[in-house]
């Protein structure tokens, strides 16, 4: 029996007791891994996915971290005496040994799935409680500005005065009527505190 499966965006045609190197995998040496993207189950009874087989797997182990070959990319340009470069890569590899060929229940078989390096398939689930935190962090804010006044509607206060007046504390009428003009660390005005207090009634 065969299973053509697919991993770091390259198809494999694999059975029992193949070695093999694939592109790089988040997994350590002598660990048990599982490929779930099978196109297609060879054998005697042949199953082509449409496009993966449902339910099928491919298990194998973890042999080895390594290295490709080392690829040289020299380029030399035509009548420029100084131009040319050489820049060498060894591209990083897992090496696998295939130990099972599942045609169905790989739901339940509780291995740990074959994921890239690179992959970004677990981060969702990782950052999906920061983004429910920062969801929730600016409720409280946001009560606050349905409960705060529009300063603005004072003669002689503007966004930038408003806003001053915010971070000091002052959001409604009633506060700003009530300020003490000379022990204020924020400037305001008398008129300011006059109006205030005709609009907080």
Same mark, same amino acid.
């Given at each position: ?5 697919k ?31 099978i196109?297609?189950?060879?054998g ?22 390594i ?12 009548r ?7 820049k ?8 696998i040994k ?20 690179g ?6 689930? #990782? /950052? =999906? *409680?920061?983004? &429910?935190?920062?969801?929730a962090?600016?409720? +409280?804010?946001? $009560? %606050? ?14 966004? #930038? /005065? =408003? *806003?001053?007046? &915010? ?5 409604t009428? +009633?506060?700003? $009527? %009530? ?16 109006? =205030?207090?005709?609009? &907080?009634k």
């Amino acid at each position: 029996m065969f299973a053509v499966l697919k991993t770091g965006g390259k198809q494999y045609k694999v059975q029992a007791g193949d070695i093999l190197r694939v592109e790089k995998l988040a997994a350590d040496a002598g660990e048990t891994i599982q490929f779930n993207e099978i196109l297609m189950l060879g054998g005697d009874n042949m199953v082509v996915g449409a496009p993966l087989v449902d339910d099928a797997a491919v298990q194998a182990e973890v042999v080895d971290q390594i290295k490709g070959e080392k690829l040289i990319h020299f380029v030399k340009r035509r009548r420029k005496h100084s131009s040319k470069r050489t820049k060498g890569h060894r591209q990083k590899l897992t090496l696998i040994k295939i130990t099972d060929i599942l045609a169905s229940g790989a739901g339940k078989s509780g291995v740990k799935a074959a994921i890239g390096s690179g992959s970004v398939a677990a981060a969702p689930a #990782a /950052a =999906a *409680k920061p983004a &429910a935190k920062k969801a929730a962090a600016p409720a +409280a804010p946001a $009560a %606050a500005e349905a409960a705060a006044d529009d300063l603005t509607q004072i003669t002689g206060v503007g966004p #930038a /005065a =408003a *806003k001053k007046l &915010a971070e000091a504390g002052i959001t409604t009428f +009633a506060q700003l $009527a %009530a300020v003490d003009v000379d022990a204020v660390d924020v400037k305001v005005k008398p008129e300011w505190v006059e109006q =205030a207090a005709e609009l &907080a009634k």
